[in-house]
C-alpha cells in the first residue's frame, strides 16, 4: 500500500512517523522547509507525553507535487493540511490517485470537507480525526502531548492500517459514522482560540477559572445549537459532553479534584492555533467557531461568545 501524507506538518508528521513504524511505504508531500529539517536531522522523530521516543526517515519527500514524476499514484492520502488550505489541491489530489484511491481528510472544525468533496468524485473520500494535540519542536520532534489516537472512517484501507499500527502499539480507532466524531471534536476544539488568546500552554490555562467560564459559555451554545439541529456528540471525555460546562464551571479546587482525566496533559501542550498565531499564518477559527456562528444562525440559536471569540482571533490575525 502506497501512502502519501499531504501537507506534512505537526500532524502530518506524527502520522507519518507511525506508519513507517508500522512498516507501511510512506511519501511526505510538504514544503522545501520540512524536508531540509527532517535530513539535517536524520529523521523525524516522535516523542510524548508518556515518554515514548523514535526517530524515523520517511523513504519519500516530495517538495513539489505537481511537478513531480509519480508513475504510480498513491493508494491512500491523508490530507492533514490546515481547513482553508484544503480546497485548493483537488486537481493535484486527482493527478496522484487511481479509481480506488481513499483520500482520508484530517480537519479539525466544519466546512472544509464540504470545500473539495464534490470535485473528488472519482475515488473513496474519507474523514480521520487527531483527537490529541502535536506539538512541532526544534529538531524535526514532533511531540504528542495528551492522550488518544488517530480516527479514521472505515474502509479496507483503513483497515489494513488500523491493524498494522496496533500491532505496533499506536492504537487506531475506526468508525462508520464520522459525524458524531467530527462534532463532538468541535466540541473540544472551542479551546484552541481561547488558548490562544490567553498565549499560556492548556494545563495552566485551565487551571484559570475565567478561562474555564468562557469555554463552558462558549461550549454551552455549541450545545444548544447542537440540540436544535439534532445533532449528535461523540464522547471524548469521561463525561457526557452536555456535562462539560458545569465541570469547567466548577470552582478551582473542585475542577482539580473531579477533571483529573482533562488535565492529565503535558504542562507544555498548545492549541493548534496558537501554533498558527505564533507562526502568524490565518487561522481555522472560521472553521471551528465561526462555523458554531454560521449553524446558530441557521437554527435560530445565538451565538454572541463565540462571534466574539472570531472576532478577537481576526484581530490578533491582523497583528503584526
Ligand atoms: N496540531 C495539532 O495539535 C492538531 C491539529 N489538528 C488539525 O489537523 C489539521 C492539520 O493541522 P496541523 O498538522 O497542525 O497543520 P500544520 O500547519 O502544522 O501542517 C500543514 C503543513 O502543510 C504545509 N502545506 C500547506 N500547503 C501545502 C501544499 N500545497 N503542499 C505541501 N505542503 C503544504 C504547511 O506549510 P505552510 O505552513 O507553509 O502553509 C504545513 O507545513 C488542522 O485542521 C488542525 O486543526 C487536529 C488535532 C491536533
Ligand atoms: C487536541 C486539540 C483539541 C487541542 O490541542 C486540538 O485539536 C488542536 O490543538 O487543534
Known amino acids: 500500500m502506497r501512502i502519501a501524507i499531504y501537507g506534512a506538518g505537526s500532524t ?5 512517523g507511525q506508519l513507517c513504524l508500522s512498516g507501511f511505504d510512506v511519501s511526505l508531500i510538504c514544503r522545501p522547509t520540512m524536508k531540509k529539517n527532517i535530513i539535517a536531522n536524520n529523521g523525524i522523530t516522535l516523542s510524548d507525553y508518556q515518554g515514548f ?13 505537481d511537478q513531480a514524476p509519480i508513475d504510480i499514484p498513491f493508494d491512500v492520502i491523508f ?3 490546515k481547513c482553508h488550505q484544503v480546497s485548493s489541491i483537488a486537481k493535484s489530489l486527482i493527478a496522484i ?6 483520500i482520508i481528510f484530517m480537519q479539525n472544525g466544519l466546512g472544509s470537507f464540504d470545500s473539495i468533496n464534490q470535485s473528488l468524485s472519482h475515488c473513496n473520500l474519507l474523514q480521520g480525526i487527531t483527537p490529541f494535540n502535536v506539538l512541532q519542536q526544534p529538531n524535526s520532534r514532533f511531540h504528542k502531548g495528551t492522550e488518544g489516537v488517530f ?19 499506536f492504537g487506531c480507532d475506526l468508525h462508520q459514522n464520522m459525524l458524531p466524531i467530527i462534532y463532538g471534536k468541535l466540541l473540544l476544539n472551542l479551546n484552541n482560540a481561547l488558548n490562544a488568546l490567553s498565549d499560556l500552554p492548556i494545563k495552566q490555562q485551565l487551571s484559570h477559572y475565567a478561562s474555564r ?13 447542537c440540540e436544535a439541529a439534532d445533532i449528535e456528540l461523540h464522547q471524548y471525555t469521561k463525561v457526557k459532553p452536555q456535562w462539560l460546562p458545569l465541570i469547567l464551571s ?7 479534584l473531579l477533571a483529573k482525566q482533562m488535565l492529565d496533559i503535558d504542562p507544555k501542550a498548545r492549541s493548534s492555533m496558537w501554533q498558527d498565531i505564533k507562526a502568524k499564518r490565518q487561522t481555522e477559527v472560521d472553521f471551528i467557531n465561526g462555523a458554531v456562528v454560521k449553524i446558530g444562525k441557521k ?22
Open 151 to 169: 480516527t479514521l472512517q472505515t474502509n479496507h484501507h483503513t483497515q489494513a492500517i488500523q491493524a498494522a499500527m496496533i500491532k505496533q502499539g
Open 53 to 65: 521516543l523514535q526517530t524515523v526517515m520517511p523513504p519519500a519527500m516530495i517538495t513539489d507535487i
Open 299 to 320: 437554527y435560530g440559536v445565538k451565538t454572541p461568545v463565540n462571534q466574539s471569540i472570531v472576532e478577537q482571533i481576526k484581530q490578533l490575525e491582523q497583528r503584526d
Open 79 to 81: 490530507v492533514t493540511l
Open 12 to 16: 502530518g508528521c506524527y502520522l507519518a
Open 250 to 256: 466548577l470552582p478551582n479546587m473542585l475542577f482539580t
Open 97 to 102: 490517485t487511481h479509481s480506488d484511491s481513499s
Open 213 to 225: 467560564r468562557q469555554l463552558a459559555r462558549a461550549m454551552t451554545e455549541w450545545l444548544n445549537v
